[in-house]
């Protein structure tokens, strides 16, 4: 399987974008990501396809949001 690669042309852009795709996971399977996470990194939901790629989603959205409040603090 071929891993898509997808620019966005500001960190608000991608975060959104992440946003949208983890609440899919979270209607579809009826749990936060940041639950789904903590149970998932307990070892305690397996490796399904989903779980794999939901966790990489919740992990990329961490990454950006904190991009974005460093951009923030270093703002005001």
């Known amino acids: 399987m071929r891993k898509q690669r997808i620019e966005y042309n500001s960190p608000l852009d991608a975060l959104i974008a992440v ?5 899919r996971y979270e209607n ?3 749990m936060e990501s940041e639950d ?4 998932y990194s307990q070892g305690q939901l397996g490796d399904k396809l989903d779980f794999i790629q939901w ?3 919740y992990q990329h959205y961490l990454a950006i949001r904190f991009k974005i ?3 923030l603090q270093n703002a005001a």
């Open 19 to 23: 946003a949208k795709r983890l609440s």
């Open 28 to 30: 579809q399977y009826l």
């Open 36 to 39: 789904f996470f903590n149970k």
């Open 55 to 57: 966790a990489n989603d």
């Open 69 to 71: 409040e460093k951009y």
